[in-house]
Structure formats: C-alpha cells, structure tokens
C-alpha cells in the first residue's frame, strides 16, 4: 500500500519543480512510511510514498519498462501478478522486480488503455507513456483505493488524498456548496464530486487519459457490475460456489511477505474470511478487535468465539468516550468532511493492529454482495406494500401526510410512521434514498446558513443514488438497493473510512469481499436467497454453517457503531457547544445556528433522536477549523502539520486494553 502524486503540465516544456513534488509526497507520508521515489521527465513530475509489502528489496516506484518509456506508481495491490507475469514474459517481456507492480508495464505494452480489464485486485495508479507524451490514471472497479485530481486551463495535478494536491503551489481552494449539501445529506461528499470547486475523484472502475491536445478527456468507465440472476441453480449449489469463490480470494489476499493478520468484528463477514484464512495459513494468524463498555454496541463476546474456534492470536481494545479526541486528527487524514462515526473504532483498532502486522484482511462488501443490512428487509416489505397500493392513493394521502407526522426518531425504525408513509409514497429509488439520508429536506434548509442554501441552485444530492437504483432490474428491489450501495455509499463512506483509517496508522486493509469475482458471482444469485423468509444475506451464512458458530451466523445485524447519542448528551456536549455552537466558529459561516441550536437542545432533553445529525456538524466543524480559509490559495492555508503522534514508535492510543 502507498500513496502517489503527480503533476502533468499542458505546456510539456514547463519543469515541475522538486520542492513542490517533495512537498506533495511528504503530505502522504503516512500513506508510505517505508521510502520515496521520483520522477522528473518533461512537463510531468511523479512521487511515490511506499509502504513495502511485496518484494521488499526490489520494489521501489515509479518503476518502468525495459527502456524506461512508460512508468508507473501504484497505491494497491495486483493479486492475479504471478500468472499476468508468467503470460507477459512467453511474450518476451523481460522482469527486473519480483513485485506485482512492474507487470503494470509491460501489460499496457500489450493492452494499452484496457489493461485494468485483466487486473484482479485493489488498485488507483498513475502510468506515464514517454512516446505518446501522455498520463494515464486508474482506479480499481469498486473505489477500494482513492484518486483525486484538480484539472485547470494549464496544469493536471493528483493524489491519493486531497491534501497532496493542496500542497501545490496556486491552487484555489473554494468550498463547493453542493458537496457540503451532500455530506449532510449523506454524511460524505458522493460521487466524483470533492468539497472544493475544480477539484474530483476519479470514479471506480474508470480510466483517464491526459494529453496536452486532448487537455479536458472525460473519464472512461472499463468494468460495471451488472445484475443478471441465474434462476437455474438451487441453493446448495449457489453454497458451494460461494464458499469455493471466498476461499480462492482469501488466498489471493493472503499474498505477502510480510505477516498478515486480520480485522475480526465478530460479525458474519470478518469471521468467514477468518475462517477461510486459518485455513490456508501455515501458523495461527493474528486477529484484532475492537469494542465498547456499552454492550449493546459491542460484538466482542462474537469476536472472541470465532477466534478460539480457529485458533487465532486475537488481541482487543475497548472504546471509552476520550476517544473523541481523535476528531481533530482525523480531520486531518480525512480530507474532506466526513460523518461515519466508526471511524474512530477503525482508526483505533487500525492503530493497535499496526503495531503488530503491516496487513490486515477484513470483511467489507460482504453485505452489500449478499443482502446483509438490515435496512433491505425493511425497505422489500415497503416496496411489497407499495406495490398493493394505487399510485393516486401514495401521491395524494400517504405523501402529504408523511410531511405532516410528527417525527419519532426514539422509536424503532417499523414504528416510525413517518417515514414508512413518505416512503410508500415515493418512487422506489426515491424511497431508499430517503432511506440512506441522514438529514433529509426540509430539516436540511433550516440548517443551512440562507445564502449557502441559496447557492446550491436546485442541487438533489439523492439524485446519483436514485439513478443507481434505477439501473437495476424495476422488479428487483433489492438489486436496486445493492445496485446503488455499491456504487455510492461503499466507496465513499465505507471505503473511504477504512482507507484513511488504515492508512494513518500504516496499515495495509484488503477485503477479499470485494474481489470483483467475488461481486459477479453474488451478482448471479437471485435476490431471494439473499433475503430469505426475512433473513438477511440467507445463502452466505448458509455457505458457511458448517464453519462458523450458530451465535455468530444467526444473531441479528449490528453495525459498527458508537454509543454517538449518549456521549453528545455526555462527555461530547462541552465539545459541540464550543466547536458549533461558539459564535467565533467558522461553522457558523455555513450553518444557521439558531437552528442548530434547538436540534441540539432537543436532543440533550431526549423529546429528539438526533446524534447523527449533530455528530455530522461537529465533524464539519473540525474540518472547515483545519482546513477551509475563505479567499486564499493553499500556499496561505495549509491545514497544519500532521499528528504529532504519527510515526512515533508509541502512538497514543484513545483506549483501553481488554
């Protein structure tokens, strides 16, 4: 794992300067902490931070071909490298490195700009093609790895975070008012949208091309997954599949040559892939945990029977509220806003995992591949209700008065009237993104300050889900769920959390989930047997019955998620008064405070149910404090130096040891 940067100037004379390159790297330090590589041509410049997992004498980047035409620097892993590598030489290509990166090369030697079709892995790389005098950028099919870049009329600059690109010199840096509206819509900044104006994401599963004649290319979009269930195969064979097809990826992942452990939640996911790692490990692998005092957010006692079961070496911690003093830093390592407040689990047990392994696997996508969220059984039995009730009846009844019921966020979600009568009257892809939002409309309007919220100019942030959605067969709802989670909220808040979590701490995470074999074999398995007779992600637990305790394959859904209501009503209060509610805060540039404030007040007396929201607000409010500077260039703005902790051979830890 690694983090690259670059810049590419349309006037192809024009030298990228060195202290700008290495200023860029050393922002994405923690990214690759093992060395840094260089690459000074024309016209372009390219920086390398490693974190040295395969070949570790040999693999420094940027790594080129056999006469030093085309270069590359990857941030990822390429499982399938052995067998590419074995095809590419039969062609004549010769191999200086024993890594998986050097084959990049010599495959776009042979396949040019659909290399990324034959590569089996996490990936977001940048390839520079001296005899064409061009730039190519990829990002591996599902967004486990991340790529931005800012484009204006004389200069192309990347990065694996944003903060290696703002470390460039002149580069504007002005708040884009639809992306803070889609982070508190969403609790991220979706699709290829990022918070600044001119600034992007390459999409996954996209390639872009950048040359001098061809200065604003779109990106192109080499892989989708695609919904086509096979109605002949029964459950036990879709069982078997799956677990042949899980055990394969887990083995791919568990390329290395360094020690590998893994994340273990003590949910479904982690334990299978654990499961299938002890398996094919030649010693007890090492297992990390993470929990809290509140038990009804904890899974250790899940976690811990997985792990006797198979033997491994587990270690866990426990989350106590002085955790949240990890907000300020990961406003830093987060880039842009971001809500999920399971990035303080991850980001600790990230930490605690670094200090023993370099790799972890873990289980992500395994819900989004196989049905697992608890929101889809809720959303089918809406979509089966909506589907009795006449269109006029939804439109003119149900929808008006959804708006006028009171809301009960207290109560569980089959009793919340309100949005099961404002979901009934809505479109189905418009019902789940109702379902997803955090802060839906009109709540939303009143939080914003009125000139940001007169900016926007009709902006629908729930417009990209919605259109996921749709691509889905009409009479497969829950294709349409997953359609739309794989798309959006996978690789912008679950992947992204990880990513950056991870990362910090220089910690490599593969999830094997989301092998994209892996997705198009979920793909092909009808709908019914991922929900079934009301059990979520049905065929997968299935697969593993015999492997795993009864405990942990049947128990119902838990999130990773922190006790966020309680400590706002507790140890966070003094925290959010004085980081929203100051006057002196820049929040209040953005938000209407008065609003802000009886939300809070609301919740602090209990007659509200609004901790994500507030939580989304705080977050923010760290992020513009580091960040945002009205009216100045990133050379005036830049956001701090990092954690004073990060690369100490002790890092401070927010908590405790079980």
Known sequence: ????????????????????????GDRLAHRGPDGEGFLDAPGTGLVHRRLAIIDLNTGDQPIGNEDGSIQVMCNGEIYNY??????????????RTQGDIEMIVHLYEEMGDRLCERLRGMFAFALWDRRQDRLLLARDRVGIKPLYYFRDGEKFVFGSELKAILAHNDIPCELDSCAL???????????????????????????????????????????????????????????????AKVEEAVRLHLLADVPVGAFLSGGVDSSAVVACAAGGANEPIQTFSIGFHEEAFSELPFARQTAKRFGTVHREEIVTPDAVRLIEDLSYFYDEPFADASAIPTFLV??????????????????????GYSRYGHDLREAALRSFLPSWLRRGLLGPLGRIWPKADFLPRPLRAKTLLTNLSLPPAAAYANTLSWCR???????????????????????????????????????GMITADTELILPDDFLVKVDRASMANGLEVRPPLLDHEVLELAARIPSKWKVHERQTKWIFKKAFERRLPSDVLWRPKQGFEIPIDAWLRGPLKPVFESAVLDSKSRVQTVLNSVEVDKLFRRHLSGTGHHGQILWSLLMLAAWLERFHRPNRNTSDVYYGSPPSYLHKTNPRVECQPK
């Not at 999409?203 to 061809?214: F, G, M």
Request: charged letters at 25%.
């Open 441 to 479: 409309m009109p709540l939303r309007r009143r939080l914003l300050s009125p000139d940001l919220f007169g900016s926007l100019n009709g902006h629908q942030p729930e417009a990209a889900l919605c259109e996921a959605f749709d691509r889905a067969d009409p009479g497969d709802p829950l294709a």
């Open 1 to 24: 794992m690694c983090g690259i940067a670059g810049v590419f100037y349309r006037d192809r004379n024009r030298r990228v300067e060195p202290s700008s390159l290495k200023a860029m």
């Open 181 to 243: 509206e889609d982070f508190l819509t969403f609790g991220m900044v979706s699709g290829t949208r990022a918070i600044f104006k001119g600034f992007a994401k390459l999409a996954p599963a996209h390639v872009l091309t950048i040359h001098a004649n061809d200065w604003h290319a779109a990106p192109r979009r080499y892989w989708r997954l695609v919904f086509q269930p096979d109605p002949v195969a029964t459950a036990a064979q879709w069982q078997e599949a799956i677990e």
């Open 82 to 95: 052995l067998s590419l590598r074995k095809e590419l030489e039969g062609r004549g290509h010769r191999f």
């Open 350 to 371: 990230s930490q605690m995992a670094s200090r023993h392994v370099k790799v972890v696997l873990s289980g992500d996508g395994g819900d989004e591949a196989f049905g």
